[in-house]
C-alpha cells in the first residue's frame, strides 16, 4: 500500500483522527455523528553521539539524547487524543490532549487545542479558544508523525518557532477558482507557555496571515507572524549590567527580552504526485534581542516503493551574531572589571546558544500494517563555529562547533 503525504491526501489521514474537522485548511464536510473520537502517537528512541550534550527537539524540554541518556526515549515519544463534538449543524468543538516530556521532566497531559468553530458558510469559518498557529507547511499535523514522511519535521526550519498554539480566534476563507483552492487564514491572540525553570514565556498581540494554495500534487504555503515577546529568565544579567551605567543601559537594551517586537516569513511547497515528493521550506524569524535574526531551510525528497519510502533531506540553519565584546574593560576600575568581565562571558554564552548548523538526514518509513509505520532516521550535523547548534544541557567539557551524529527510531501510530 502506498501512502501519499501531500496535503490533499494529508486530509484521509487526519479523518481517522478527526484533524479535518478543527483544522481551517481543511474545512471540508462533516460526519453526522454527534461526537467523534481520534488519536494518535509516537514511541521513539534517539541515540547521540555528543557526550557532552543533549540532543533533543525545543527548549521546553529540560534533556535528551546523549548527555543525560545514551538512548533518550523522550525526545520524540508522546500520546495524543482528540475529540470533536457536533453541538448544532453549523458549530463544532474539539478538544486535543498531548502527553509528552514537559520542561519539568514530567509527562502531564497538556492541552494543545481546544475550541468552537462555526462555519457561517461553506468556505469561511471563525475560531475561537486554543488554535493551531499556521506557521508552517504541516503546522496541522506536526504532531502526528503518521501524517508526515519524515520522522521529524526539519528542526533547521520547524526549530524557528517552538510554540505551535495560541488562545484567541481566527478567520478562514477558502476561495475556488477552476482547479486552484486557496485558503485564508487571520489569527489574533497569545501564548504564555511556562518552563518551571526559567520563568514564564509571554509572546502577547500575536497575530498571524496565512495563506494556502493548492493546485493538483502542488502545494504552497506562506505565513507572516508578529507578537510582543517577554522572557523572565536573563532578566537578571540584564539589571546588572545596567548597574554600569549608560555603556550597560545600551547592551541591556539590544538584547534584553521584554515586550520585544518579533517577527516571521515563512514560506513552503510540496510537490506529491504519489510514486515520490519533493518538499522545501524557508524561515526567518527576528527577534531584536539576544535571540537574534535567525533563518534556515531544508529541501526534502523521498521515492515510495510499495510499503517503504527512502528520504534525504538537508537543512541549513544560520543567525546573525554568536558573540559581543561587551563593556569595555578597559576603562573600568580593578574592582569593577571582574564583575564585568563575568556578565561579558554570561552574555556570549547565551549568544552562542543561537543554532548555526547544517544537517544532512537519511531515512526510510516502512508500512507494515494498516494505520501504523517504522521509521529509521540518521542526522549528521555541522555545527557552526562559536554555537551550540540545537544542542542544550551543554557540559563544561563541550566544544562549540561539534559535529554529531544521531540515530532514531519511531514507531508511528493512529486510531
Not at 54 to 69: I, L
Not at 247 to 262: C, F, I, M, S, T
Not at 354 to 367: C, E, L, N, P, Y
Not at 398 to 405: D, E, K, P, W
Amino acid at each position: 500500500m502506498s501512502i501519499s503525504f501531500a496535503p490533499k491526501n494529508r486530509v484521509k489521514i487526519g479523518a481517522v483522527l478527526v484533524v479535518s474537522c478543527c483544522s481551517s485548511v481543511y474545512a471540508g464536510g462533516v460526519d453526522d455523528s454527534m461526537v467523534s473520537l481520534g488519536g494518535f502517537g509516537t514511541l521513539g528512541a534517539v541515540h547521540s553521539s555528543e557526550q557532552q550534550a543533549d540532543f533533543t527537539t525545543n527548549f521546553f524540554k529540560p534533556n535528551g539524547a546523549g548527555y543525560t541518556r545514551d538512548w533518550s526515549l523522550s525526545v520524540d515519544s508522546l500520546i495524543g487524543a482528540q475529540v470533536t463534538v457536533k453541538i448544532a449543524p453549523r458549530l463544532l468543538a474539539v478538544l486535543q490532549v498531548i502527553t509528552q516530556q514537559n520542561y519539568d521532566n514530567t509527562y502531564r497531559p497538556h492541552v494543545e487545542w481546544a475550541d468552537l468553530k462555526y462555519q457561517i458558510t461553506p468556505d469561511l469559518s471563525v475560531r475561537v479558544g486554543r488554535i493551531v498557529l499556521p506557521s508552517f507547511l504541516i503546522s496541522d499535523s506536526r504532531n502526528v508523525g503518521y501524517a508526515n514522511p519524515w520522522l521529524r519535521p526539519p528542526l533547521e526550519v520547524y526549530g524557528l518557532i517552538p510554540i505551535s498554539s495560541s488562545d484567541g480566534a481566527d478567520m478562514s476563507y477558502r476561495l475556488r477558482i477552476g482547479d486552484v483552492t486557496q485558503t485564508l487564514v487571520g489569527t489574533y491572540g497569545y501564548s504564555t507557555p511556562s518552563i518551571p525553570l526559567h520563568g514564564a514565556v509571554e509572546a502577547r498581540h500575536l497575530w498571524l496571515i496565512g495563506d494556502t494554495i493548492e493546485y493538483g500534487a502542488t502545494t504552497l504555503h506562506i505565513a507572516y507572524e508578529e507578537a510582543r515577546l517577554t522572557v523572565d529568565y536573563l532578566g537578571d544579567l540584564f539589571d546588572a549590567y545596567r548597574q554600569f551605567g549608560p555603556p550597560g543601559n545600551a547592551l541591556a537594551d539590544k538584547y534584553d527580552l521584554e515586550n520585544k517586537r518579533v517577527t516571521f516569513l515563512g514560506l513552503g511547497g510540496m510537490y506529491d504526485p504519489g510514486n515520490w515528493f519533493i518538499a522545501a521550506e524557508w524561515g526567518t524569524t527576528d527577534l531584536n534581542s539576544v535571540l537574534g535574526k535567525n533563518t534556515g531551510w531544508y529541501v526534502s525528497s523521498g521515492y515510495r516503493v510499495k510499503k517503504f519510502t527512502p528520504y534525504l533531506t538537508y537543512g541549513i540553519a544560520k543567525t546573525n551574531n554568536l558573540s559581543d565584546p561587551g563593556l569595555s574593560l578597559s576603562s573600568l576600575p580593578p574592582y569593577l572589571a571582574g564583575p564585568a568581565a563575568g556578565l561579558n562571558a554570561g552574555l556570549n554564552s547565551v549568544l552562542s546558544t543561537k543554532r548555526v548548523q547544517s544537517t544532512i538526514s537519511a531515512g526510510a518509513r516502512w508500512d507494515f500494517i494498516k494505520n501504523a509505520d517504522l521509521k529509521l532516521q540518521f542526522d549528521h550535523t555541522r555545527i557552526g563555529a562559536g554555537s551550540s547548534g540545537e544542542l542544550i544541557n551543554l557540559q563544561p567539557a563541550f566544544a562549540l562547533g561539534a559535529r554529531v551524529n544521531l540515530i532514531s527510531v519511531t514507531f508511528d501510530f493512529v486510531f
